[in-house]
């Protein structure tokens, strides 16, 4: 532990992204959520596919507790869980579902405008600890050009439609053949990673994984 992250324990004290109790500064979770949340990775790997072009692995299925510590790390300024949220995540990435070498780990960005209401992007924040979990680079290939509706908040059906050409990459030739994986909090549909993962091949990547913290069941939370 350095001396900077040994004082910003002290500020900043680790705690549990479940129940805020205060852990140790290399544990993610308490003992008695650890039993909880029964991270079954080794067995659990929920996969939707976006017509091909992008397979989605998620550790958790969108209910709680996962659902309430994503709604902290977005909502209440717990931007400090985005650490633990994030090493879970790279749990997926450890036990070998994807089979690729991965080049760059990437995030859905959010739009100018919502990033200054929040102040920060939760899917940064995850994407930026699994990068350090597994030694993998972040960079960011992605800026949102279209401030569209909420996902979550418009029927079903219009969805897709919502978020095309909604992004646009940057620092392409850096990405020319590369294997990115793209990191989001929640996965509803699809269509926001897999217009992501289109915009990336679009502008050279070899190929895109998608991997984020939940998935919505039937891709339906509506
Ligand atoms: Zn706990």
């Not at 299925?61 to 994503?70: E, G, H, Q, T, W």
């Not at 620092?171 to 897999?194: P, S």
Request: glycine letters at 6%; a positive charge; charged letters at 30%.
């Amino acid at each position: 532990m350095s001396k900077l992250e040994r004082l910003e324990a002290i500020f900043f004290p680790n705690k549990c992204p479940f129940c805020d109790d205060i852990i140790k500064y290399d544990e993610i979770m308490c003992k008695n959520c650890e039993r909880k949340v029964e991270i079954s990775l080794h067995r659990r790997r929920e996969v939707i596919d976006c017509g091909g072009r992008l397979q989605i692995f998620s550790p958790f299925l969108y209910k709680d507790p996962i659902k309430s510590a994503i709604y902290k790390l977005k909502f209440r300024e717990k931007r400090n869980y985005g650490r633990n949220l994030g090493a879970i995540m790279a749990m997926t990435c450890r036990r070998g579902f994807f089979k690729d070498k991965i080049d760059y780990i990437t995030s859905v960005p959010l739009h100018k405008k919502r990033l200054n209401e929040r102040g920060y992007n939760q899917s940064k924040l995850l994407a930026k600890s699994v990068s350090k979990e597994i030694n993998v680079p972040y960079a960011e290939f992605l800026i949102k050009v279209k401030n569209n509706k909420i996902q979550h908040e418009i029927p079903f059906v219009m969805r897709k439609e919502n978020v095309r050409g909604a992004y646009k990459a940057k620092r392409v030739e850096n990405l020319k053949d590369k294997t990115i994986l793209i990191c989001d909090d929640v996965v509803t549909t699809g269509n926001t990673m897999a217009e992501c993962a289109l915009t990336l091949l679009e502008a050279g990547a070899g190929k895109v994984l998608g991997l984020s913290l939940a998935i919505v069941p039937n891709g339906n939370d509506d």
